[in-house]
């Protein structure tokens, strides 16, 4: 079996600053330019957290989801939390049975298989426990399988990268499903619900012909949930994590990697450019909010090249002064009538563009 995503080592040389600066900056002098004839704004506010959101592509293959994380992005987790992974499909009304299937597979350091926690192997001691091995999805309510994941556990018995696994064992396929999506929550205790949607951080549809789907892993000592959303064609049936290990062990590490090295611009990285071309005053929101006020004249290139120094020109963080262009992890800010916003999670935040608007302009 094979993942949908190339994978060999690059040995090709860098190229020298010298010849990618000036493409780089022509790049970003057609997009300022492109970006300052739409609607100015008087500030704009940006998550620093946005740093490790990827601007979406190649997006016509991805998994749909109820955040529309790009793949190849990570969030931080909250420490503490236990997360409860989730799938759950439905056979159309008197279609044949599906078995499909919910594992995570864990590694260490080196990518070595330390365990798996599946349908032939529920329990795996205090770190992760399957809720049991369904093997029919009738129509009309269908069939969930969940698995709880304590990820301080995991990282304490020698674990440091969780991949969520789902496979297709038999019957019709993913795409011959009345309905078939997985996901994770975050919970902080024991109580509550089996399936609580206040506590679901993603979801996204299992669709397609594969016979395996590696969504995402969770780096279990940075506390980081990276978004993979890759796929294997697999077996026609019989699909378990043990016999797609070799090729979860040489796609998932070299797709983190990948990325890691920072090959494809962020969110941050485009909003900047927006912010620079659209406004007069920026703020960086972090642990601390530092503020960037436009200079009389300022040309977009020279205060996009300021902002970019990092150093603030003032340190109060007044009320937003009028409507405002937002980038933002999440949709908890209350912003000004008029206002024009993307946020990976939107929360209460309500007509939000979309990142491929943005990047569009």
Not at 89 to 102: A, K, Y
Not at 111 to 117: D, F
Not at 263 to 273: D, I, Y
């Amino acid at each position: 079996p094979h993942f949908h995503a190339p994978s060999a080592p690059d040995r090709r040389p860098p190229l020298s600053r010298a010849v990618t600066g000036p493409v780089v900056a022509a790049i970003e002098g057609e997009l300022l330019a492109r970006f300052s004839r739409l609607p100015h704004l008087p500030v704009a506010l940006i998550d620093a957290a946005t740093e490790s959101v990827v601007v979406p592509f190649n997006e016509r293959t991805a998994a749909r989801g109820a955040v529309a994380m790009p793949r190849g992005s990570s969030v931080a987790l909250p420490s503490g939390e236990r997360l409860r992974l989730f799938l759950h499909w439905c056979q159309p009304d008197g279609g044949c049975h599906t078995d499909i299937d919910l594992s995570l597979a864990f590694y260490d350091a080196a990518w070595a298989n330390t365990g798996v926690c599946s349908f032939y192997s529920l329990n795996l001691g205090p770190v992760a426990v399957h809720s049991g091995d369904l093997q029919d999805a009738p129509w009309p309510d269908g069939a969930s399988e969940f698995i709880d994941l304590e990820r301080d556990r995991a990282l304490a018995e020698g674990h440091r990268y969780a991949v969520m696994i789902v496979t297709h064992y038999g019957g019709a396929a993913f795409s011959g499903l009345a309905r078939a999506w997985a996901g994770v929550m975050r919970r902080t205790g024991t109580d509550g619900p089996t399936f609580d949607p206040a506590t679901v951080e993603l979801r996204f549809d299992v669709a397609g012909t594969h016979g395996v789907f590696a969504p995402l892993v969770v780096d279990l000592a940075t506390g980081r949930l990276h978004w993979l959303d890759v796929a294997n064609d697999g077996e026609i049936a019989l699909n378990t994590v043990a016999r797609s290990n070799r090729a979860i062990t040489r796609i998932v590490p070299a797709t983190l990697r990948w990325f890691d090295m920072g090959v494809r611009p962020s969110m941050h990285a485009l909003a900047l450019l927006h912010a620079a071309a659209r406004c007069d005053e920026v703020r960086l929101r972090g642990a601390v909010t530092r503020r960037f006020l436009r200079r009389e004249g300022e040309e977009s290139a020279a205060f996009l090249a300021r902002i970019r120094l990092g150093v603030p020109d003032v340190t109060d963080t007044p009320p937003l002064p009028g409507p405002t262009f937002a980038a933002l992890l999440r949709g908890d800010v209350e912003l000004p009538e008029g206002s024009e916003a993307w946020a990976l999670f939107r929360e209460g935040l309500t007509g939000a563009r979309s990142a491929s608007d943005l990047l569009i302009g």
